[in-house]
């Protein structure tokens, strides 16, 4: 392998590793149980909560 290409496939590494982590949650889903005090809220919300695991 020459230079050339270990150039491009390390950069072809670097951009597939960095990629997806630069798309992901934008802005927090405020129905989610974690955003609205955990437990207790998906309590509330969900009345077969007790079997729910």
Known sequence: MNSRQAVILSLGFVVGALLPSSSGCVE?????CVNNGGDG????QHSDWENAY
Do not use: F, I
């Open 28 to 32: 927090a889903n405020p129905d989610h």
């Open 41 to 44: 809220y998906c309590a509330q």
